[in-house]
């Protein structure tokens, strides 16, 4: 097995009280140290989504 890419994310949830007990959510880049905050789960799911649909395309343009 050969890896291309390699991604290490540290991730941080936590509740909020008072808030409809929702998860809040930190994405810290570990090589970068670039860190993302997101207001629930759903936000975090759909930016990982979004971000493995945008290395998926650079993967394809990479083969051509």
């Given at each position: 097995m050969v890896i291309e890419e390699y991604r290490a994310y540290l991730?941080?949830?936590?509740?909020?009280?008072?808030?409809?007990?929702?998860?809040?959510?930190h994405l810290e880049n570990v090589?970068?140290?670039e860190l993302k905050g997101f207001?629930?789960?759903?936000?975090?799911?759909?930016?990982?989504?979004?971000?493995?649909?945008?290395?998926g395309e650079t993967i394809g343009q990479k083969e051509m």
């Amino acid at each position: 097995m050969v890896i291309e890419e390699y991604r290490a994310y540290l991730l941080r949830l936590w509740r909020v009280e008072g808030d409809g007990n929702q998860w809040r959510v930190h994405l810290e880049n570990v090589e970068t140290g670039e860190l993302k905050g997101f207001a629930s789960l759903d936000k975090l799911i759909e930016y990982l989504q979004n971000l493995n649909a945008k290395e998926g395309e650079t993967i394809g343009q990479k083969e051509m």
